[in-house]
């Protein structure tokens, strides 16, 4: 692949202040740049065969000026001294055009720089390898699955933070992804498509032995010959994991910062106060997961942090400018969130369901800031009496998912580890299960 | 920047693609007063793309010099040579498309909106809605441009450069509704650069106050009753239906990864009221969203009709998959950022205009839905699509009953397709429009209002 080795962290924080230093000179009040450089190789394949090998190099330059308490930002590729003086020039025409505001301000200097140095690099023969081997064994043990648009990549980051307070951050870092694109095909019958995705530090030899890429291929020959639900009901929804992260993708917006600004979340005065049954535990847990930024957009270490405990709401997602903005604490800029398992299994959650639907894929409109939802139950399953009897197509469900965590009565002790996330099963009721 | 390319086109071999890519961006947006958002973006850089005996190597650099261009021609040459050696029997060539050549550059010339006219833009139509409509309960404007510029040569004789701008407004409003906070969103402008569409305010105050009368009737609305409805989808709502209903099946890419619409070429799939065409310039009525003439591989566009009168003619194909099923490459590669490869991609999907009026179709529904403006959607290889809609009223006794809350519409394409019974004489195309298929990428969708029988989402 293209060859970054003459860059290194140091060099890109040498970019990095560089321009916070060129900012200042062109008259900025205050400055702070973020450089990321990135290194990609990807490996891309489909049903028959590797389609594609694709290597590509990134470099952006991301310059925020301050005049007073006015804010303005350029964005542009490359470091070339005469294009990032012309980017500063902008950027400060746009803060001059801006709105005075008191949260526009800088953090001072860190008190713990994030330097981390994990100086992986992609094992580009064991990835080609991984992916024709892995095709092998889809023609032997999945014959009438087809794929498409499926990848197998490397992503290597440099990234490198300066403010005009003598703020730096900078780190390596390096991450395998592997996306599968998957659907049935057998004669003229065919299944849903459903995706997956899995990150990790290391490479992997055998793709299959990845639990989140063999549910996605075993639940897809088991979707054939789907059909609606019987009829329009009130019942229960067990959320899969690959379910749950939309129910923790719309969580996240609901308790971030724009929302807050907004007043439009139903969880504005709920810090502190049950939001969810069924010990119902939301981390944002960047220590355990692949992929995980070390530092925010404003130079702070990416830390810990739990967000629901127990049900209990305790913390909202406020970064540096809307902790300013909103008068709250600062808790984080990021967003890697994983969801603790219970202590029922997967088989009691089902049996303990009278009548309701196994949900595999929300595919749905984006939930409104009541957070309610209505959509399609995609590579999903209907559920009688305890049992799993039958694929389903042309069912959608309607809720809303403030009721939904209330109405939580179970969560599974399995879980699936995606690298970047990791959810159990979620059980919970109340929900509009209808088709035509 | 085609001039750069030039001095190494009559020397790519084997089958290469080289490529010049910048996309310029702004993005002012104001959320409750504060300004969020106020920013200026260009990147950009070279990619390259080799096809040697079945095996295909990309490379991008993030440089557009002089220098870095025979860097990533030679990488994406030792990236085919790789698979070639791995993993890729030969399979033979591509197929020859033609060679598009030709300057194809839609900026009109004004001069340019600078940052302080966007910003001041948004910021009053944020103080006249602020004072407008003093119930609301916050506000959103965003001015958001695109210009994507490209120079593209290829082995095959392909010379060309475009540029193609975008310029959207959305405003998203709420209000505080009985049973908690109400929203409503709607997206002007389009096609061309931001002095195009928005010189000042004025034309944009009928659409705000329209906009604000559509988000009391939501508050004041209901719930959808969930299950099959007749319904009379708005002109705004018939392009995502052309997109995710039938668009995507159609790719060619989605049929070899198992989308049914492979099986089906010459069925009837649809009413014959319906035809159903993905152009390659700006359509009938020369206002699509986007136009491409040449794609990304070089081939010259054409139109492809994918349903005419009913029955499902065709698939849109890059080289690849024309190679792969024997078909003619139509023009629908595109990539969307300099190091993104080209996939097969829509750009202006449109269902025909009919002879119905709307007011008959409405007419016609005893009860019902019309549904005006969509949200998002999602389509499916086995034809199963659904598309949210973000403003509907209800239909009672053929007149345009209560406002409804937020719901999905969903159906099986060549089922749901053959139910409509009406199709209204005007086209209307979304202003905005974008699509996600490994890359985002900015379509056109349009289309008439259409009468059909689709499942609607909502409470018991």
């Given at each position: 692949?293209?060859?970054?080795?003459?860059l290194?962290?140091?060099?890109?924080?040498?970019?990095?202040?560089?321009?916070?230093?060129?900012?200042?000179?062109?008259?900025?009040?205050?400055a702070?740049?973020?450089?990321?450089?990135?290194?990609?190789?990807?490996?891309?394949?489909?049903?028959?065969?590797?389609?594609?090998?694709?290597?590509?190099?990134?470099?952006?330059?991301?310059?925020?000026?301050?005049?007073?308490?006015?804010?303005?930002?350029?964005?542009?590729?490359?470091?070339?001294?005469?294009?990032?003086?012309?980017?500063?020039?902008?950027?400060?025409?746009?803060?001059?055009?801006?709105?005075?505001?008191?949260?526009?301000?800088?953090?001072?200097?860190?008190?713990?720089?994030?330097?981390v140095?994990?100086?992986?690099?992609?094992?580009?023969?064991?990835?080609?390898?991984?992916?024709?081997?892995?095709?092998?064994?889809?023609?032997?043990?999945?014959?009438?699955?087809?794929?498409?648009?499926?990848?197998?990549?490397?992503?290597?980051?440099?990234?490198?933070?300066?403010?005009?307070?003598?703020?730096?951050?900078?780190?390596?870092?390096?991450?395998y992804?592997?996306?599968?694109?998957?659907?049935?095909?057998?004669?003229?019958?065919?299944?849903?498509?459903?995706?997956?995705?899995?990150?990790?530090?290391?490479?992997?030899?055998?793709?299959?032995?990845?639990?989140?890429?063999?549910?996605?291929?075993?639940?897809?020959?088991?979707?054939?010959?789907a059909?609606?639900?019987?009829?329009?009901?009130?019942?229960?929804?067990?959320?899969?994991?690959?379910?749950?992260?939309?129910?923790?993708?719309?969580?996240?917006?609901?308790?971030?910062?724009?929302?807050?600004?907004?007043?439009?979340?139903?969880?504005?005065?709920?810090?502190?106060a049950?939001?969810?049954?069924?010990?119902?535990?939301?981390?944002?847990a960047?220590?355990s997961?692949?992929?995980a930024?070390?530092?925010?957009?404003?130079?702070?270490?990416?830390?810990?942090?739990?967000i629901?405990?127990?049900?209990?709401?305790?913390?909202?997602?406020?970064d540096?400018?809307?902790?300013?903005?909103?008068?709250?604490?600062?808790?984080?800029?990021?967003?890697?969130?994983?969801?603790?398992?219970?202590?029922?299994?997967?088989?009691?959650?089902?049996?303990?369901?009278?009548?309701?639907?196994?949900?595999?894929?929300?595919s749905?409109?984006?939930?409104?800031?009541?957070?309610?939802?209505?959509g399609?139950?995609?590579?999903?399953?209907?559920?009688?009496?305890?049992?799993?009897?039958?694929?389903l197509?042309?069912?959608?469900?309607a809720?809303?998912?403030?009721?939904?965590?209330?109405?939580?009565?179970?969560?599974?002790?399995?879980?699936?580890?995606?690298?970047?996330?990791?959810?159990?099963?979620?059980?919970?009721?109340?929900?509009?299960?209808?088709?035509? | 920047?085609?001039?750069?390319?030039?001095?190494?086109?009559?020397?790519?071999?084997?089958?290469?693609?080289?490529?010049?890519?910048?996309?310029?961006?702004?993005?002012?947006?104001?959320?409750?007063?504060?300004?969020?958002?106020?920013?200026?973006?260009?990147?950009?850089?070279?990619?390259?793309?080799?096809?040697?005996?079945?095996?295909?190597?990309?490379?991008?650099?993030?440089?557009?010099?002089?220098?870095?261009?025979?860097?990533?021609?030679?990488?994406?040459?030792?990236?085919?040579?790789?698979?070639?050696?791995?993993a890729?029997?030969?399979?033979?060539?591509?197929?020859?498309?033609?060679?598009?050549?030709?300057?194809?550059?839609h900026?009109?010339?004004?001069?340019?909106?600078?940052?302080?006219?966007?910003?001041?833009?948004?910021r009053e139509?944020?103080?006249?809605?602020?004072?407008?409509?003093?119930?609301?309960?916050?506000?959103?404007?965003?001015?958001?441009?695109?210009?994507?510029?490209?120079?593209?040569?290829?082995?095959?004789?392909a010379?060309?450069?475009?540029?193609?701008?975008?310029?959207?407004?959305?405003?998203?409003?709420?209000?505080?509704?009985?049973?908690?906070?109400?929203?409503?969103?709607?997206?002007?402008?389009?096609?061309?650069?931001?002095?195009?569409?928005?010189t000042?305010?004025?034309?944009?105050?009928?659409?705000?106050?329209?906009?604000?009368?559509?988000?009391?009737?939501?508050?004041?609305g209901?719930?959808?009753?969930?299950?099959?409805?007749?319904?009379?989808?708005?002109?705004?709502?018939?392009?995502?239906?052309?997109?995710?209903?039938?668009?995507?099946?159609?790719?060619?890419?989605?049929?070899?990864?198992?989308?049914?619409?492979?099986?089906h070429?010459?069925?009837?799939?649809a009413?014959?009221?319906v035809?159903?065409?993905?152009?390659?310039?700006?359509?009938?009525?020369?206002?699509?969203?986007?136009?491409?003439?040449v794609?990304?591989?070089?081939?010259?566009?054409?139109?492809?009709?994918?349903?005419?009168?009913?029955?499902?003619k065709?698939?849109?194909?890059?080289?690849?998959?024309?190679?792969?099923?024997?078909?003619t490459?139509?023009?629908?590669?595109?990539a969307?950022?300099?190091?993104?490869?080209?996939?097969?991609r829509?750009?202006?999907?449109?269902?025909?205009?009919?002879?119905?009026?709307?007011?008959?179709?409405?007419?016609a529904?005893?009860?019902g839905?019309y549904?005006?403006?969509?949200?998002?959607?999602?389509a499916?290889?086995?034809?199963?699509?659904?598309?949210?809609v973000?403003?509907?009223?209800?239909?009672?006794?053929?007149?345009?009953?209560?406002?409804v809350?937020?719901?999905?519409?969903?159906?099986?394409?060549?089922?749901?397709?053959?139910?409509i019974?009406?199709?209204?004489?005007?086209?209307?195309?979304?202003?905005?429009?974008?699509?996600?298929?490994?890359?985002?990428?900015?379509?056109?969708?349009?289309?008439p209002?259409?009468?059909?029988?689709?499942?609607?989402?909502?409470?018991?």
């Amino acid at each position: 692949m293209a060859s970054g080795t003459a860059l290194d962290p140091g060099t890109g924080l040498g970019v990095a202040t560089d321009a916070v230093e060129r900012a200042l000179r062109a008259g900025a009040h205050g400055a702070k740049v973020l450089h990321t450089y990135t290194e990609k190789f990807e490996v891309n394949f489909d049903t028959r065969d590797i389609t594609l090998v694709r290597s590509t190099v990134d470099d952006n330059l991301a310059i925020t000026v301050y005049s007073d308490t006015r804010k303005g930002s350029t964005q542009l590729t490359g470091r070339a001294h005469d294009a990032v003086d012309r980017a500063v020039v902008e950027a400060l025409d746009a803060a001059e055009a801006g709105e005075r505001d008191a949260a526009n301000v800088l953090p001072e200097q860190a008190a713990e720089p994030a330097t981390v140095d994990d100086a992986s690099a992609p094992d580009t023969e064991l990835m080609v390898d991984a992916v024709l081997a892995h095709l092998e064994a889809m023609r032997d043990r999945y014959p009438t699955i087809v794929s498409d648009s499926s990848f197998y990549s490397f992503v290597s980051t440099w990234r490198s933070y300066a403010n005009s307070h003598g703020r730096t951050q900078q780190a390596r870092t390096g991450h395998y992804e592997l996306a599968v694109m998957a659907s049935g095909k057998d004669g003229k019958k065919a299944t849903s498509f459903n995706y997956v995705a899995h990150l990790s530090e290391e490479p992997t030899r055998d793709l299959l032995s990845l639990a989140a890429v063999e549910r996605l291929y075993e639940g897809t020959v088991a979707s054939f010959d789907a059909r609606p639900v019987p009829s329009t009901f009130v019942g229960d929804v067990i959320f899969t994991p690959e379910a749950v992260e939309t129910l923790v993708e719309t969580l996240v917006g609901a308790l971030g910062g724009v929302a807050l600004l907004r007043k439009a979340t139903p969880f504005l005065d709920r810090l502190g106060a049950r939001i969810a049954e069924g010990g119902f535990t939301v981390e944002h847990a960047p220590s355990s997961l692949a992929g995980a930024p070390a530092f925010d957009g404003e130079g702070f270490v990416n830390r810990d942090l739990p967000i629901i405990s127990d049900g209990v709401l305790e913390n909202f997602l406020v970064d540096w400018y809307f902790s300013h903005k909103l008068d709250r604490p600062m808790t984080t800029g990021c967003g890697d969130f994983l969801v603790r398992p219970g202590a029922e299994t997967l088989d009691d959650l089902i049996a303990n369901t009278e009548r309701g639907v196994l949900l595999g894929r929300y595919s749905g409109g984006s939930p409104n800031q009541n957070l309610d939802f209505s959509g399609v139950a995609k590579n999903s399953f209907y559920i009688e009496n305890g049992k799993v009897t039958h694929p389903l197509a042309e069912t959608m469900v309607a809720g809303n998912f403030v009721s939904v965590l209330e109405s939580i009565r179970g969560i599974s002790r399995e879980t699936v580890d995606f690298g970047d996330a990791v959810n159990p099963w979620i059980a919970t009721s109340g929900i509009t299960v209808s088709t035509k | 920047m085609l001039d750069q390319l030039e001095r190494y086109a009559d020397h790519l071999e084997p089958y290469t693609e080289l490529r010049l890519h910048k996309n310029h961006q702004s993005n002012v947006v104001m959320v409750s007063g504060s300004l969020m958002t106020n920013q200026s973006t260009t990147v950009g850089g070279v990619s390259a793309r080799s096809y040697r005996d079945g095996a295909f190597g990309f490379a991008a650099l993030p440089s557009v010099s002089d220098d870095a261009i025979p860097r990533a021609l030679d990488q994406a040459m030792e990236n085919a040579l790789l698979l070639q050696r791995r993993a890729r029997r030969a399979e033979g060539d591509l197929p020859d498309a033609g060679a598009g050549t030709g300057i194809f550059d839609h900026r009109q010339g004004r001069p340019p909106m600078t940052a302080k006219e966007r910003v001041d833009l948004v910021r009053e139509i944020d103080a006249h809605l602020r004072c407008t409509y003093t119930d609301l309960l916050s506000i959103t404007v965003g001015l958001q441009t695109l210009g994507i510029e490209k120079a593209l040569v290829t082995s095959a004789g392909a010379k060309t450069y475009s540029y193609v701008p975008r310029a959207v407004l959305y405003v998203d409003l709420a209000i505080e509704a009985s049973d908690g906070n109400v929203e409503i969103y709607d997206v002007f402008g389009g096609f061309g650069e931001a002095q195009d569409h928005f010189t000042n305010i004025d034309p944009l105050r009928a659409d705000l106050a329209r906009l604000y009368q559509e988000l009391r009737d939501k508050a004041e609305g209901a719930y959808c009753e969930p299950g099959e409805h007749d319904v009379v989808l708005g002109s705004e709502m018939a392009g995502i239906l052309a997109h995710e209903a039938i668009g995507h099946t159609c790719e060619a890419d989605i049929v070899l990864g198992g989308s049914i619409a492979g099986d089906h070429i010459g069925d009837v799939v649809a009413s014959e009221k319906v035809t159903l065409i993905d152009f390659a310039e700006r359509g009938p009525d020369g206002r699509g969203g986007i136009a491409i003439s040449v794609d990304d591989e070089g081939t010259p566009c054409e139109d492809v009709v994918l349903i005419e009168n009913g029955v499902l003619k065709a698939l849109m194909h890059n080289k690849e998959t024309a190679r792969i099923m024997g078909a003619t490459p139509t023009g629908n590669a595109r990539a969307f950022r300099f190091d993104d490869e080209p996939l097969v991609r829509m750009r202006n999907t449109a269902i025909l205009p009919g002879t119905d009026k709307l007011d008959d179709m409405i007419g016609a529904v005893e009860r019902g839905y019309y549904f005006k403006r969509p949200t998002n959607g999602q389509a499916d290889s086995t034809s199963e699509f659904m598309f949210g809609v973000g403003c509907g009223y209800e239909i009672v006794d053929g007149k345009i009953g209560r406002g409804v809350r937020d719901t999905t519409v969903a159906g099986v394409a060549f089922d749901m397709l053959k139910t409509i019974t009406h199709v209204s004489e005007d086209l209307t195309w979304l202003h905005g429009g974008w699509c996600g298929k490994k890359q985002l990428i900015p379509v056109g969708m349009g289309g008439p209002a259409v009468k059909c029988r689709i499942g609607v989402g909502g409470r018991s």
